[in-house]
């Protein structure tokens, strides 16, 4: 029973195509969207073969089964694609931590202000944690008041999804993008995606082929070696020459 199950879900996943099509009778729709009619099983495959395309189960689970012509391999590389361009342009979003103590200074508490400022408005959540160390756990007022200023300051991009709350000796918050900056950010995404699927203008991309063809034009060595060979020639000849052993010069 269990291996049955697992076939099935294996079969939903990919289409019965050509043999692998059990009807005896299949409805057929032509490469061009056309309806061919109910026709058997083996015509069909003669019709798809003739073509030079496959037989593709679209909807098994009618009666009599419909079946498609058409390149299945090019139909799944489209389906791939388009598949992976739903994913770059989905908005991922991520929790992002910042960590706050009682005692953060001024300066440092900005700082980290607006770093959750940016990771809201780039569509991220932000997880704002409040650090107690030794006695710091018994003023726990104010990890409060200090998560309320920065809810606060970030009212005007993020909502607080979570409210505080302890856990050991840490106190956080979540917060979130407000519907309008989600919307802004999920629009750049998209923007973005677009961008990439286009590919970089004509111009731009001449140009950055330019370099590339000038290059072996510009290359020319040959001059330095000439220069150093007839410095050793004239070396060679203001040298002594060499008498043999036993000579006298």
Known sequence: MLRDQRSSR????DQRTNRRIRAREV???????????????????????????????????????????MDYGKFKYEE?????????AQVVVHLKEVK?????????????????????EEGDKAKVVIQFRGREITHKEQGTAILDDVAKDLKDVAVVEQPPRMEGRLMFMILAPNPKVA?????????????????????????????SAEKPAAE??????????????????????????????
């Open 10 to 13: 294996g079969q939903s996943r």
């Open 27 to 69: 409805r057929v729709i032509g490469s061009g969207g056309e309806q061919l009619g109910v026709m058997p099983l083996e015509a069909a495959l003669e019709k798809s073969r003739s073509e030079g395309l496959d037989l593709v189960e679209i909807s098994p689970m009618a009666s009599p089964p419909v079946c498609k012509i």
């Open 80 to 88: 791939k694609k388009k598949a992976s361009e739903a994913k770059r």
């Open 100 to 120: 706050l103590r009682p005692k953060t200074e001024d300066h440092d508490y900005d700082f980290k202000v607006r770093n959750t400022r940016r990771f809201i």
């Open 183 to 211: 919307q802004r950010a999920r629009e750049q995404v998209r923007a973005a995606a677009a961008e990439a699927k286009r590919g970089p203008p004509p111009g731009e991309k001449a140009a950055a082929e330019k370099p």
């Open 220 to 249: 020319k060595p040959a001059a330095p070696a000439a220069a150093s060979t007839s410095t050793t020639t004239e070396e060679n000849a203001s040298a002594p020459a060499s008498t043999p052993a036993g000579t006298t010069p």
